[in-house]
């Protein structure tokens, strides 16, 4: 009985983490923004799934294979969201009306600068300034 | 076969690491298995080469506790922040690219800190600066510069957690010296 309701708060808590990530992708303004939803809450949704099942699997042999599976989203899901990330910073698809302190701008912008027509930097001048899709 | 030899004492935790996968995948950890994998994973890793990863040459599992403590609360934390953000704030969210600047050169310790800060509160890891060692963020609901003042520092406390785990011993070394200066 105890048990069913750990594992059943456990899957429920797991489910509203994803729909956490839905509601963020839905409503998040950019795609940077959307990249924060897509990871995080996500990483603990699958947590509290997985400790679900190990709960209502109540053997041990499971464990290992649990874990792999978490540790294998902890090793990829920061990997993807800095590749999109990146790859979108650079091809602009960002909202810059939305940032409120730009770091990264100057050292893209010297870089650009430094070696003319390098690989830094690929897009036009004044391309999507106001972003992607307002 | 003309590549650069690497010592087995390099190559043993990612051997260790295979074996593990190996058993828990086949959900046997019976010795005869294990040694199968053992096998297996050194001949993985003597055909399939990668460049080996340089590790500190440190590692503190008492640290460890507690950071594995800190990190599941920070997420937590993180997610139910990002939940809340999604459903009160959505389209009006401001954020910010912020450059923060660790202390350590290691590529293990500033990957690892990448890593960690991606998965811990509202920040992503856009751009790595290897020369300097600083890390560009996308951080989430960043209204004013106290406010990316407070990422930096949380920033650098998760590092410095991580230097105190697995930081090579002059990293942890100038790490004391600078909180017994403060």
């Excluded at chain 1, 090793?75 to 979108?88: D, I």
Aim: proline share 4%; with cysteine; net charge neutral.
């Amino acid at each position: 009985m105890v048990h069913d309701v750990v594992v059943s708060a456990l899957l429920i808590g797991g489910a509203l983490m994803s729909l956490a990530a839905g509601i963020g992708l839905v409503r998040f303004p950019d795609l940077l923004s959307r990249m924060h939803a897509a990871t995080k809450p996500q990483v603990l949704g699958l947590l509290l799934l997985l400790l679900a099942l190990a709960v209502d699997n109540r053997s041990w042999i499971l464990v290992p294979v649990l874990v792999l599976c978490w540790v294998f989203q902890l090793l990829t899901s920061p990997v993807s969201a800095h590749m999109v990330g990146r790859a979108g910073y650079r091809t602009r698809h960002l909202r810059r009306d939305l940032l409120t302190l730009d770091e990264l701008d100057d050292v893209v912008a010297r870089a650009a600068d430094g070696d003319h027509g390098g690989p830094g930097r690929t897009d036009a001048p004044d391309g999507g300034a106001g972003g992607d899709r307002t | 076969m003309n590549r650069r030899h690497i010592p087995l004492i390099t190559e043993l935790p990612l051997v260790i690491w295979l074996v593990l996968v190996w058993g828990a995948l086949w959900q046997d950890f019976s010795p005869g298995n294990l040694v199968f994998g053992a096998l297996i994973a050194y001949v993985v890793v003597n055909f399939f080469y990668l460049p080996p990863v340089e590790l500190t040459g440190r590692f503190s599992v008492l640290w460890l506790v507690p950071f594995l403590g800190r990190f599941l609360l920070q997420l937590v934390t993180a997610s139910v922040q990002v939940f809340w953000l999604a459903v009160t704030r959505g389209p009006t969210l401001r954020n910010a690219v912020v450059a923060v600047a660790l202390r350590s050169h290691s590529d293990f310790l500033v990957t690892a800190t990448g890593h960690a800060i991606s998965l811990i509160p509202g920040s992503l890891v856009l751009e790595v600066d290897r020369s300097t060692s600083t890390l560009y963020l996308h951080c989430l609901n960043v209204a004013s510069v106290e406010d990316a003042e407070a990422v930096r520092r949380d920033v650098r406390a998760t590092e410095a957690w991580l230097i105190r785990v697995m930081g090579s011993s002059r990293d942890l070394a100038a790490l004391r010296a600078e909180e017994a200066s403060r």
